[in-house]
């Protein structure tokens, strides 16, 4: 989904930093089941990784101010 304005930009960078700061704090966890604790970082930064790159796309497509 490409980000549309400003506005949009500043949601997808708050909820970045918000995946961003779950996913330090899972990493951290001693797991109960492994295996979901992989798959769940896993998830998390696939998630992490696409806010980053919208977020680019949005700036590369900025006009210079």
């Not at 604790?37 to 900025?62: A, D, M, P, Y």
Request: proline fraction near 5%; aromatic fraction near 4%.
């Amino acid at each position: 989904m490409a980000l549309k304005n400003e506005t949009e930009l500043f949601n997808t960078r708050e909820k970045l930093r918000e995946l961003e700061l779950r996913y330090e704090q899972r990493k951290r966890e001693t797991p109960a089941n492994p295996h979901v604790h992989e798959l769940t970082l896993h998830s998390l930064k696939r998630l992490i990784n696409q806010l980053k790159e919208e977020i680019s796309l949005f700036e590369v497509h900025q006009p210079v101010k």
